[in-house]
């Protein structure tokens, strides 16, 4: 009964995924792309067949989830749409070899935004549009489409969400998660076409234009460019995209608040004060060292490249790896910080050292008054106190990983710098990393093996860990 009902789930969600392969097959068209037509609208029926087959032959059939299922349900639902999403850049020949098409589409639909490919220009245009539309239904999640246009998954669609969203803490703003999932969708779609009209205003043309907001939005990264955001030399379009960048790394339920009226619910939100704090700062720190090397536009690179890298979306507009060892320094250290939860953006989640901060505040008091009683406060309000051990186990768990990547990074002949980083740009979901692998490099010269590991690495990142490696316990193979 339950494989049943994870491929009839799967099938559903290739369904619409697959449908969404219209818009960059008309654009085919546009282009007189024609031979690329075919490779996208052959994957589209295909998808769209077996979905309408899996509703009607299981209509009549109730969805039930068990909370192991849960895990199997999310993380094979990604798996197969990351494998589904290679298939365009397959039968294009655009990427000829499959370790590579896949390392490609899992880099898209995780939003990491790392690519094998080393002239994106020469691809159609079409071919990139869909690299960069991956980031933009990745961002968000395939799964939280599936239950906003396809309420198929019932009472458990919470559940789902739950293990494909980010952040320890988890909630719904509306009492049914299908109109939860649509509410945020919909947000999602607006600033979308929000940055798409204002890049056309500064003179991107409309592909490009849709396709950097698919990518700045799903922080992903992938560009239609070689030199990325870089290679516009446009200020206004720097300056549309930190804006859009770092609204993409803001929780999205705060959006649902302003829109709705509860202000204080945003007002008083402590992840999103640290959030903006911590941004203004490294962007002032940046900009005063890398002033001397830039001069007036010190504060643009600045900004431009701590939204980039805080916001785990990826875009250049300079290789950072040139600048002072200090500002790479404030660089680096925003890899382990990330955007809030609740947001595209990937790595550990500002929250998470928001709660880390005020439970070391809490223990340095609790030494100078042993018998007082403190509580984390989180938004204005006392926190549970069980969050502190799932934040602490977390990030134990994340330094594993990232460990564990970092060693297979140096097996396949990396240096140290560029294992480690590219391990923490994986795990986190960033993109670019530092020495073989910064901004103006690929992954492409890595050995097939590393490239395997790595998409590994970007999927259980991407699903903030706990849902991909929960099936390496035995315990969870017991019945």
């Known amino acids: 009964m339950f494989a049943f009902t994870i ?14 392969l219209l818009l960059p097959a008309g654009v085919a068209y546009a282009c007189c792309e024609y031979a690329e037509v075919p490779v996208f609208l052959i994957p589209m029926a295909a998808a769209v067949l077996a979905g309408v087959a899996a509703v009607l032959i299981g209509h009549r059939r109730p ?8 895990f199997a349900i999310v993380a094979f639902s990604w798996i197969a749409t990351c494998l589904f999403g290679s298939v365009p850049l397959l039968l294009s020949s655009s990427i000829p070899r499959p370790v590579d098409a896949v390392f490609e589409s899992v880099s898209g639909f995780t939003t990491t935004g790392a690519t094998i490919l080393s002239d994106i220009e020469g691809l159609p245009r079409s071919i990139n549009l869909w690299r960069c539309q991956m980031h933009w239904l990745g961002g968000m999640g395939v799964v939280a489409l599936t239950v906003a246009l396809f309420p198929l998954l019932g009472v458990g669609g919470f559940q789902l969400i739950k293990a494909e969203t980010t952040g320890p803490e988890k909630g719904k703003m509306t009492p049914k998660i299908a109109n939860t999932a649509k509410a945020l969708w919909l947000i999602y779609v607006v600033l979308t076409l929000l940055q798409t009209a204002a890049l056309m205003i500064a003179g991107m043309d409309f592909i490009d234009a849709l396709s950097h907001a698919f990518a700045t939005l799903g922080t992903g990264g992938f560009s239609t460019r070689n030199a990325s955001i870089g290679s516009y030399h446009s200020a206004p379009i720097d300056w549309i995209c930190i804006v859009f960048m770092f609204l993409a790394g803001v929780n999205f339920s705060m959006y649902f608040y302003t829109v709705t009226g509860k202000y204080s619910d945003v007002s008083f939100n402590s992840e999103l004060k640290a959030y903006t704090a911590i ?147 994986m795990v986190g979901n960033v993109g670019p990393a530092f020495g073989k692998l910064g901004p103006a490099c690929n992954y492409g010269f890595l050995p097939d093996f590393v490239k395997w590991f790595y998409s590994f690495a970007m999927l259980a990142g991407r699903l903030e860990l706990y849902t991909m490696l929960i099936f390496f316990m035995p315990s969870y193979w017991k019945k």
């Open 7 to 20: 491929v009839r789930i799967i099938l559903v969600l290739l369904a619409i995924v697959g449908i969404t």
């Open 63 to 70: 969805v039930v989830f068990s909370a192991k299922n849960v």
């Open 279 to 425: 941004f203004i700062i490294a962007v002032i720190i940046i900009a005063l060292i890398i002033m001397p090397q830039y001069g007036g536009t010190s504060f643009r690179y600045s900004a431009f490249q701590v939204a980039s890298i805080m916001t785990t979306t990826g875009f250049a507009t300079a290789d950072y790896t040139t600048w002072m060892p200090a500002a790479q320094f404030v660089l680096f250290t925003l890899y382990f910080i990330g955007g809030c939860s609740g947001s595209t953006a990937g790595s550990i989640k500002v929250i998470r050292w928001v709660i880390l901060a005020k439970q070391i505040s809490n223990e340095v008091r609790r030494m100078l008054h042993p018998h007082g009683v403190f509580a984390i406060r989180l938004n204005g309000r006392a926190g549970r106190k069980d969050v502190v051990f799932n934040v602490a186990a977390f990030l134990m768990e994340y330094l594993v990983i990232v460990f564990i990547t970092s060693f297979v990074g140096c097996c396949g002949n990396l240096d140290l710098l560029s294992s480690f980083t590219a391990a923490l740009s």
